[in-house]
């Protein structure tokens, strides 16, 4: 058994956020594994850019509220509780809604594909909730 510090927060890169986003590293795999867990931290309005990750990626939100769409897919409303699942490949983005932070964390295997930045009409989609209803008028 070993017990691994903290390592220092670091600012996400401006190549792969828009906005203000803030990373804890967790934990790395060893050895063959390839596993990356992080806490990230977005400010109102922080997103990444559009992405896919070999062998997939899951989020788990923490708190807050988010955003989250795959490519060709509508944006979907997220918030504390909720686990988003994307496939191996699967092109997408996520981030805070323009009026709360959010953070979430996320569990990777391999290297991510990083793509253009989300454009403000793609951020401002339309969105939808758990039942269906329009939550864009939430999005300020």
Do not use: C
Request: charged fraction near 20%; proline fraction near 4%.
């Amino acid at each position: 058994m070993e017990r691994q510090l903290p390592q220092a927060t670091t600012k996400g890169p401006a190549d792969w956020f828009t906005g203000d986003v803030y990373i804890d590293a967790v934990a790395r795999g060893r050895g063959p594994s390839t596993l990356n867990v992080g806490a990230v931290h977005f400010t109102p309005g922080a997103r990444t850019a559009w992405h896919s990750h070999d062998g997939g990626q899951i989020l788990y939100v923490t708190e807050g509220r988010g955003l989250v769409q795959a490519r060709g897919e509508r944006v979907v409303a997220i918030s504390s509780g909720d686990v988003i699942y994307t496939a191996d490949g699967e092109e997408h983005w996520h981030g805070a809604t323009p009026d709360h932070g959010m953070t979430h964390l996320t569990f990777t295997e391999g290297d991510a594909t990083w793509g253009a930045h989300v454009s403000d009409e793609e951020y401002r989609g339309h969105v939808r909730g758990d039942e269906g209803e329009d939550v864009t008028s939430s999005l300020g």
